[in-house]
Structures are given as C-alpha cells and as structure tokens.
C-alpha cells in the first residue's frame, strides 16, 4: 500500500488528510503510439511515476495526496499510427471539471494538475484557468519535464529536452518499467528531433500530423537510452516537483 495514493487509502484517511489541507496531485497522461519499443502507456506512467516519487520527497513537510492518473488526452496526432487513445478537448475540460469538483467536494482545497504529455500542455493552461474561474478555487498546473527540465539537460546525451519515445523517455522506462520495452527493437528506436508544444519556436503554428514527422512513431534518439539514466531523469524531477510542492500556497 502507498501512503501517497488516493485509491490506496480508505475514505476517513482521504477526510483526515482533507482536514491537513493536503495538496492533491492529479496526473494527466494520455495513451497513445510511442514506436515500436514502449508501450502506448507511457505519458500516463511516468507522469504518475513522477508524482509518487515527489510526494515521497515532500511527504514528510507537506501533506500530499496522488489521484488517480487521467490516462487520456490530447493525442488527434498520433491517431494515424494506431493503438492511440484521443479525447476531444471538450471531453478533457469537463472530465478534469468533474474530477477537480470531486476532489474539491472531498475537502480538499489544492489541486496541482501535473502533464505528463506534450500534446495537452497548451491546453491544460488554459482549461486551468477556466476551471479556476468555474471552481472557484485555484486549479494549478505544471508538466513534469518542464519542472525538472534542468535534471533532463544535464543527464541526457543526445537532446537536451524531451521527445517522444527517445533517449529520455526510453531511459526512464527502463528505469520504473523495464519489463515494458521491447529491448530488441531499441537499436532501431530513432527519429528526427522536435521541440515540445510548449517550447516550440515556430513563429505560426500548423497542426501537423505526426506520421508527416516521423514514420517510426520515434522523434529522438533512444538508443543513447540507459536505466541509470532513467532513475536519475525521473529522481530530478521528482526532486524539482517536490520543491514546487514545499512552497506550494
């Protein structure tokens, strides 16, 4: 059982834990194609990884609670590779509303949505707003390789930020979740490189379908990926969000 997991814990614990104005983490992943060597979960999983290990971190100054994960996003571009999961984001902004009004309901008065996928970035920041506005209550947001982007430029080799299916990525499956790649097909895992939505410099931006970007499914280099890289991604991100968590109002 984890301490940290809202479905791991009964519900006079959730009240007691309400009444320490704990700060609620709520994962927002999506499930969709990450090439032929990772699993179509793994925006959903690291996401979650992430925030499991943070509110470890933070859990003896700070009360901290992680929901369970929204394990589907925005992910329309992705959808021509098959095995991709997509919501509208009129599904995505009432199903966050619902889960945020829950949260709220239970007693809880802090949510941090924490992104673990490029494609609802631009999005979340704005249905965070507007949820602020509809709840009453500020609704927070972060991404979790943009809190730990100073971990993820000092460790990895190849890039210098996320990707998709890449050397980061890979790595940090193959530290949390090795029995999920497909070791064999990683020697054939590359792709160009792209800049994430947030931090894309474009100066007008053009949905692009992502099989025009890469057939492979890969955007990156994962073959520079190592499990030791893996643990110490997901350690300084962890580390990043958790100091986020410490000052959180």
């Given at each position: 059982m984890s301490p940290y997991r809202w479905n791991h814990l009964t519900a006079p614990e959730l009240r007691e834990l309400a009444d320490r104005d704990a700060l609620v983490l709520l994962p927002v992943g999506s499930t969709e194609q990450h090439g032929a060597h990772l699993p179509t979960g793994v925006d959903d999983f690291l996401a979650t990884q992430v925030c499991l290990r943070a509110a470890a971190l933070a859990g003896a100054r700070v009360p901290v609670v992680v929901a369970p994960s929204v394990w589907c996003g925005l992910a329309e571009h992705h959808m021509a590779f098959g095995g991709t999961l997509t919501l509208s984001l009129a599904t995505l902004h009432a199903l966050l509303r619902d889960l945020c009004r829950s949260v709220l309901r239970a007693g809880f008065r802090r949510v941090l949505l924490v992104n673990g996928h490029g494609g609802n970035a631009t999005a979340l920041h704005t249905l965070a707003g507007e949820l602020t506005a509809e709840l009453g209550?500020?609704?927070?947001?972060?991404?979790?390789?943009?809190?730990?982007?100073?971990?993820?430029a000092e460790?990895?080799?190849?890039?210098?930020?996320?990707?998709?299916?890449?050397?980061?990525?890979?790595?940090?499956m193959l530290a949390a979740f090795p029995e999920l790649v497909r070791r064999e097909l990683v020697a054939e895992a590359a792709g160009p490189a792209i800049a994430l939505q947030p931090e894309d410099p474009v100066p007008v931006y053009r949905p692009t379908p992502f099989e025009r970007i890469t057939p492979s499914g890969v955007a990156g280099d994962a073959r520079a990926a190592t499990a030791a890289k893996g643990e110490a991604l997901l350690d300084g991100c962890?580390?990043?969000?958790?100091?986020?968590?410490?000052?959180f109002p």
């Open positions: 209550t500020p609704i927070a947001v972060t991404s979790y390789f943009t809190a730990g982007a100073a971990a993820i460790t990895l080799e190849t890039q210098n930020q996320l990707m998709h299916a890449c050397e980061g990525e890979t790595s940090m962890a580390r990043a969000l958790a100091g986020e968590l410490l000052s």
